[in-house]
């Protein structure tokens, strides 16, 4: 059996950094990572350095994203997996009607999904000619998930893409346009949400999509 190259040693050391901080890896977040995930020795380490931290290397969205799960339960385990529940239930109805808002602005009949690219300059013209889109961006920006506080739709849109990127929604690849990009985060909240409700047993994923009615397919 070989060993694996300082190369692979340094990837896999950056990689588990970015798991064990809750980053989402996919071919749009992080390309380079993505590929190396895709060679099986490679996620057969990183799981094995997991293991001694009980964690594991999951995949989601047809194995287009990696993420770093609970290998086993205990009562700290549930309590962070609560937590995170929160914090998503939480983002669902700003996320949605943000993804709704972008998808009307666009023209677009297909729901944003890992890949969409976002001109922000466009969205912002199509918006200042749009009242109702307006004040809808008026609506999203100020839930707390955004937090903008201009009047204004450019300090607006500047501020959601700002924390969509935070959030690992959207991407910048380069920083001199204003062109983000969709990661497959979009497409994984609903399967993160289905493995949080299943393994704590709470019953709120039907709650979290009711609250939003029918933006779920959006999701």
């Known amino acids: 059996m070989s060993m694996p190259s300082a190369t692979g040693m340094s990837e896999t050391g950056r990689l588990l950094e970015?798991?064990?901080?809750?980053?989402?890896?996919?071919?749009?977040?992080?390309?380079?990572?993505?590929?190396?995930?895709?060679?099986?020795?490679?996620?057969e380490r990183i799981d094995s350095h997991l293991h001694v931290l009980n964690r594991r290397l999951a995949s989601a969205c047809e194995g287009e994203v990696y993420f770093c799960a609970y290998r086993q339960l205990g009562d700290a385990e549930h309590k962070v997996l609560s937590q995170q529940f929160n914090e998503i239930a939480g983002n669902l109805l700003?996320?949605?009607?943000?993804?709704?808002?972008?998808?009307?602005?666009?023209?677009?009949?297909?729901?944003?999904?890992?890949?969409?690219?976002?001109?922000?300059?466009?969205?912002?013209?199509?918006?200042?000619?749009?009242?109702?889109?307006?004040?809808?961006?008026?609506?999203?920006?100020?839930?707390?998930?955004?937090g903008s506080t201009s009047s204004q739709v450019d300090g607006q849109l500047k501020q959601i893409f700002k924390r969509l990127c935070e959030q690992g929604y959207l991407v910048r690849p380069n920083q001199e346009k204003q062109i983000y990009i969709a990661t497959a985060k979009v497409d994984y909240i609903f399967e993160v949400i289905s493995f949080i409700d299943e393994a704590e047993g709470l019953g709120l994923e039907q709650q979290a999509l009711d609250a939003i009615g029918q933006q779920e397919s959006l999701l």
């Open 18 to 43: 970015a798991l064990l901080s809750g980053q989402f890896i996919c071919q749009i977040s992080d390309e380079d990572g993505f590929h190396f995930l895709s060679d099986s020795s490679n996620r």
């Open 94 to 146: 700003p996320l949605s009607e943000w993804l709704i808002l972008s998808q009307e602005a666009q023209g677009q009949d297909s729901p944003i999904s890992a890949g969409s690219a976002l001109r922000l300059s466009e969205l912002q013209t199509v918006v200042e000619d749009t009242p109702a889109l307006r004040e809808q961006l008026a609506k999203i920006a100020q839930y707390k998930l955004f």
